[in-house]
């Protein structure tokens, strides 16, 4: 029986204000085979592992078979790093 081994549901990520964020990955694994990973709804990747760029809120992590079935699913949630350098300020169109 297929399934998602990491993360499991519950998951919490913060992403770290002193890495760039491109640096920083969250990594899923899966037990299975022909696997096709789904986060939010949205194909991203194919087999037993992936690696995600994180982005801020909460997602539904899925794995499917060729048919797009679900086959299981782990919600995880990504805590914003915040900007930093000081607040955002509006630039002012010329």
């Known amino acids: 029986m ?10 919490i990520t913060a992403l770290d204000p002193d890495i760039p964020p491109r640096n920083q990955r969250v990594s899923f694994q899966a037990q299975g085979s022909n696997l096709h990973w789904l986060l939010d709804g949205k194909a991203f990747a194919k087999g037993t592992s992936a690696q ?6 909460r997602h ?33 169109p010329r």
Do not use: M, S
């Not at 297929?2 to 998951?11: E, F, H, K, N, S």
């Open 52 to 57: 995600w760029l994180p982005w801020p809120g």
């Open 2 to 11: 297929a399934r998602i081994t990491a993360p499991t549901t519950g998951t």
């Open 60 to 92: 539904v992590l899925q794995i499917t078979n060729a048919k797009g079935q679900v086959l299981d699913e782990v919600r995880l949630e990504v805590r914003g790093a915040g900007f930093k350098g000081g607040p955002l300020v509006p630039i002012k």
